[in-house]
């Protein structure tokens, strides 16, 4: 079975400029997160999706970050415009409220995004 | 509020020993979930252990074990054995049944010494 995706796996942009992360959760998962992990505040939920609907996106720095979840298979997170404190590893992570996969409501993470904004 | 501490930042323990990481947690919910994950220096978080904490037999995966204290609010895990690939960042996590989120310890950083 394929993980979950992100993509890509390193960005490095400039001050100002938009910066788009993805992932694509585990399938059957109907459970989302978004995480941020810095080594000052370790990791932080940013928002989580629940049969693609946010449910809790209180851990969202500020308005210049927005995520979607347009259908079960895809989520984005977006940074406009992006700022050198965003420099962080972004992580997603799916799990299933249906005992697949393990159940418990484990969450399963992939990879990372390691975004570093000049 | 919930709370997840793991009050060792750092440990190193010789290959082939047996090394226990702490973790205590804040919770006034009898119905809930313990988890350990790994993150070795290529970032990836994977899931090691878990427990339900309605069950009292500890759980184990190969070498890795925990130590399930319930009233104690405690949940140790022992590496035996301890191989190089050890070497990782070590999260203690909780999840209650009523929510969706796990809260996260700070982790502990495992050295293994050769």
């Known amino acids: 079975d394929a993980g979950v995706i992100q993509s890509p796996r390193h960005e490095v942009t400039e001050m100002g400029q938009e910066v788009t992360l993805r992932c694509k959760p585990i399938?059957?998962?109907?459970?989302l997160f978004w995480y941020r992990q810095t080594m000052m505040r370790g990791l932080e939920l940013l928002i989580y999706?629940?049969?693609?609907?946010?449910?809790?996106d209180s851990g969202m720095p500020e308005d210049r970050f927005s995520a979607k979840m347009p259908n079960a298979s895809f989520s984005t997170l977006k940074i406009q415009p992006s700022e050198p404190r965003d420099s962080a590893v972004y992580f997603c992570?799916?799990?299933?409220?249906?005992?697949?996969?393990?159940?418990?409501?484990?969450?399963?993470f992939g990879p990372g995004t390691r975004l570093t904004v000049l | 509020a919930q709370t997840v501490t793991q009050s060792q930042p750092e440990m190193s323990v010789q290959e082939a020993e047996t090394v226990t990481l702490s973790c205590t947690y804040d919770?006034?919910?009898?119905?809930?979930?313990l988890f350990w994950y790994k993150q070795p220096p290529s970032r990836q978080m994977i899931l090691v252990i878990r427990?339900?904490?309605?069950?009292?037999q500890n759980a184990t995966e190969n070498r890795f074990s925990v130590n399930f204290q319930k009233a104690a609010k405690s949940f140790s895990l022992k590496i035996s054995d301890s191989q190089l690939g050890d070497a990782a960042m070590y999260f203690c996590?909780?999840?209650?049944?009523?929510?969706?989120?796990?809260?996260f310890g700070k982790g502990t950083r495992l050295h293994i010494l050769p």
């Open positions: 399938s059957g998962h109907d459970y």
């Open positions: 996590a909780y999840r209650v049944n009523r929510d969706d989120k796990i809260i």
């Open positions: 992570a799916s799990s299933s409220s249906l005992g697949l996969a393990g159940g418990m409501g484990t969450q399963y």
């Open positions: 427990q339900e904490a309605y069950k009292q």
């Open positions: 919770t006034s919910e009898s119905d809930y979930y």
């Open positions: 999706f629940n049969n693609n609907v946010p449910i809790d």
